[in-house]
């Protein structure tokens, strides 16, 4: 009997840990940001628009913060998709903005999973133009 429900919990476990998405931490003040000559309205609107044309769905919005997460794409087994990504925008002036984005992976399905931020960052390029 105890057998039985100690696989029934560590069945469930993993249930638990396949639905889980892991959160995107933010880039400490050392890690590099990309600047646009741009305010911070017009920024977070490419944000916006750059996580949903790379396949995120949009949680959170922010002046000062966007979130967004693909969805798990489930075959077989637990397959790409689950990743989630953190835009952090801070004005510089009332015409610059600094980007910071962070792809975070959930535990399962990290094989099929990737890094987001180049590409994030090029479809904001794309919107609103080269960044410095």
Not at 36 to 45: D, F, G, I, L, S
Not at 92 to 115: C, E, H, P, W
Request: proline share 5%; aromatic share 4%; glycine share 10%.
């Amino acid at each position: 009997m105890k057998s039985i429900y100690r696989k029934l919990v560590i069945v469930a476990s993993l249930l638990l840990l396949v639905g889980c998405s892991a959160m995107p931490t933010k880039p400490g003040d050392t890690a590099p940001s990309v600047v646009y000559n741009k305010p911070v309205a017009e920024v977070q609107k490419a944000v916006v628009d750059a996580l949903m044309a790379n396949g995120f769905v949009v949680g959170t919005s922010r002046a000062d913060y966007i979130e967004g997460a693909r969805p798990h794409k489930v075959g077989l087994l637990v397959g790409s998709g689950g990743e989630s990504a953190g835009v952090w925008l801070s004005a510089i002036d009332s015409s610059k903005t600094s980007v910071k984005v962070s792809t975070a992976k959930s535990l399962a399905g990290i094989a099929g999973q990737k890094n987001w931020d180049k590409e994030i960052i090029a479809e904001i390029d794309k919107s609103i133009g080269p960044h410095k």
